[in-house]
């Protein structure tokens, strides 16, 4: 876990951390694979991101973007995490972009969720589960990643890659990738800033332990989980 005193220096230690990842990535299998979110929290990630690209020595080409879940709408609607990732960052990209792997929101939502699961199927080993380099979350203040809410029945789709799921607070359709998909990724990135989230944070990071949030399910079981924090959404925590 690391606290930054803002947001902007909890963003660019993301950027840090998902450029050494592709680095690493792309030196040992030619290839980085990482997964997004959608929501505010990766704004600032994904503006410092474009920046930093043209001069980052990465091949571009060899990237491939994914999403942790995605809206049922279409791309070019203001719900769209695709739409979130392309303004800001995707089109920034140099040319010979990387490969993007969008959820078809548009579709409805069982068939983007199947449609998403072929892709997986095909960018990664068939029958294992897909091994991302990298996936970037975000969290809920009520302790929900990616689209896995609390409430839902996580076991029930954890022999899928991604599912179609109705969030009923939010009204909304949306397709997410799996809990052993998010904890199987080689680098978990959980970018959390904002005081809203101080009491979800305290109860998962802190001493109460909030192992029954659908977050802490996903941190708990991956093998290598990153938190960057600002001051105030680690307000509610000791810092070491
Ligand atoms: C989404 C995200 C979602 C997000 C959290 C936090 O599609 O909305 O994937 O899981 O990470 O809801 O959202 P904020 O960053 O806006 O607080």
């Known amino acids: 876990m690391a606290v930054f005193d803002t947001v902007e220096q909890a963003a660019a230690e993301g950027v840090k951390l998902f450029l050494e990842a592709a680095r690493d990535a792309l030196a040992a299998r030619g290839r980085f694979s990482v997964a997004l979110s959608g929501g505010s929290s990766p704004v600032p990630l994904f503006r410092h991101l474009a920046e930093q690209a043209p001069r980052a020595g990465i091949d571009w080409g060899a990237v491939h973007i994914f999403w942790a879940d995605e809206r049922c709408v279409p791309p070019d ?89 109705y969030v009923e607070k939010l009204h909304s359709h949306r397709v997410t990738l799996t809990e052993p998909v998010l904890s199987r990724a080689r680098h978990l990135v959980f970018l959390v800033t904002g005081v809203a989230k101080a009491a979800i944070v305290a109860e998962i990071l802190g001493n109460r332990k909030g192992l029954c ?28």
Do not use: Q
């Open 77 to 165: 609607h203001a719900e769209s995490n695709f739409r979130l990732a392309d303004e800001l960052l995707l089109s920034k990209l140099p040319a010979r972009g990387p490969v993007i792997h969008r959820i078809a929101g548009e579709l409805f939502p069982e068939e983007a969720a199947s449609c998403y699961e072929a892709d997986l199927s095909r960018s990664f080993a068939e029958d294992e589960i897909p091994v991302f380099d990298m996936i970037l979350l975000g969290i809920g203040s009520d302790g929900h990643t990616a689209s896995l809410f609390p409430g839902m029945d996580l076991d029930r789709c954890s022999g899928r890659k991604a599912v179609a799921v």
């Open 213 to 240: 949030y659908p977050a802490s399910r996903v941190a708990s079981s991956s093998a290598a989980v990153t938190w960057l924090l600002d001051a105030a959404a680690a307000g509610g925590i000791g810092h070491p």
